[in-house]
């Protein structure tokens, strides 16, 4: 009787451990073949190519019409328009394919018999990933004539294009992967493609959201003094004079009014912005001078100009006190008008950062992997040669 119950507990001992499951290392044969298979399977129906057509159409006739529009010489605004219209477009498409994938596949059945075959769990995460990434690629790639079109009235470089179009796909392939992860997690199609844009609308308008209620939060509060004319002290002549602009401010008596105000440290919550994908476009375009942009052959700040001089004002944050009105100096030359053109300078040339934003979907996108291949590998276990299955 004890020989009888120690030996199914030593074999129950001497058993091999469980792996924690199938292999997950990609290859490069299983990530093409898990990608041909996903663009075989996932071939837009008729009502998809309509679909797709008429997105592409949009986005051509929007930018002929803005190119037509246009002032002749040199603008940046049509090929604007077209990158961020290609940008909305892949934030579209591609995350609601990916987060389709895994369940999709898993209520039809066809996922269980992928796992089992000897493709890894990295395989199939990226190989769906690069199918779902390649939809948007094929819309970048249709508007390839306007773009370069756009291209040589805009004034930039090529380089810079460049630049601008490698930061629109790696945002684009961020979103895929986090429609990927929703797939993974969520058991029905609806709630993934749901989740996955709600995901993409807070990163998009969610910051900006975030980044205006957290303003009073960094806020200080400053007295500000006023000085105005004391009107009724003047006399009839002096009266005259006011009214037609010849009055010597030198000889008047001045009042005085003080008041609070609050200065908002915008450069402690400007990587909320930052972290902005649309806002990380605008940071990987050029940089251009307004005041110089005509001798460095270029056209005249855009839509991406404009966000990076706003993006520029917020990580500079308030650089001086505020100053009151001062209506008695209006005869000095108080030299504020030079000032703030000097700050609106300071804040287009301020250096492009699109590396927090860059940095930021890295990470979502490494998580958003480890997460699919997490969920894709399939427990099992190995039996030891010879041993006997009841």
């Not at 298979?37 to 009502?47: F, N």
């Not at 290609?86 to 018999?113: H, K, R, Y």
């Not at 649309?278 to 990987?284: L, N, T, Y």
């Not at 958003?368 to 590998?377: E, F, P, Y």
Request: net charge negative; proline share 6%.
């Amino acid at each position: 009787m004890t020989a009888t119950t120690e030996r199914p507990a030593a074999a129950a001992k001497a058993a091999p451990k469980a792996p924690h499951g199938n292999p997950w290392m990609p290859t490069f044969r299983g990530v093409g073949l898990v990608a041909r298979i996903e663009l075989t399977r996932r071939r837009p129906t008729t009502k998809g190519y309509i679909f797709y057509g008429l997105l592409v159409l949009a986005i051509l006739g929007l930018g002929i019409l803005v190119a037509a529009v246009s002032a002749p010489g040199l603008t940046s605004m049509p090929m604007e328009l077209v990158l961020i219209l290609v940008l909305g477009a892949g934030l579209l498409i591609a995350p609601s394919l990916s987060s389709t994938s895994i369940n999709g596949d898993s209520s039809e059945g066809v996922l269980a018999p992928m796992q089992m075959t000897r493709l890894t769990a990295g395989d199939l995460a990226l190989g769906k990933l690069l199918a779902s990434w390649l939809f948007a690629v094929a819309v970048l790639i249709t508007t390839t004539p306007l773009l370069v079109y756009a291209f040589s009235r805009s004034g930039w470089h090529w380089y810079e294009l460049a630049a601008v179009l490698g930061a629109i796909l790696f945002t684009v392939l961020t979103f895929t992967a986090i429609g990927l992860a929703w797939s993974s997690l969520a058991a029905r199609a609806v709630a993934s493609v749901s989740l996955a844009h709600l995901t993409t609308g807070f990163l998009v308008l969610g910051t900006l959201v975030i980044f205006a209620f957290s303003m009073p939060l960094v806020s200080e509060t400053v007295t500000v003094t006023d000085r105005f004319v004391d009107y009724e002290t003047l006399t009839p002549e002096q009266q005259e004079a006011y009214q037609t602009g010849e009055l010597d401010y030198s000889t008047v008596q001045c009042t005085e009014q003080s008041y609070e105000t609050s200065v908002a440290h915008t450069e402690n919550i400007a990587w909320l912005l930052l972290a902005n994908p649309m806002i990380v476009i605008g940071e990987a375009s050029p940089v251009v001078n307004p005041n110089t942009y005509q001798e460095d052959g270029r056209a005249a700040p855009g839509v991406f100009a404009f966000m990076h001089q706003q993006v520029g004002n917020a990580q500079l944050g308030p650089q001086d006190t505020p100053q009151g009105y001062d209506e008695c100096a209006q005869q000095a030359d108080t030299g504020q008008s030079d000032q703030w053109e000097q700050q609106q300078e300071d804040q287009a040339l301020f250096p492009r950062n699109p590396w927090p934003g860059l940095a930021l979907q890295a990470v979502l996108l490494c998580g958003a992997m480890g997460i699919v291949i997490r969920r894709l590998r399939v427990p099992y276990k190995k039996l030891r040669a010879g041993t006997r299955v009841a």
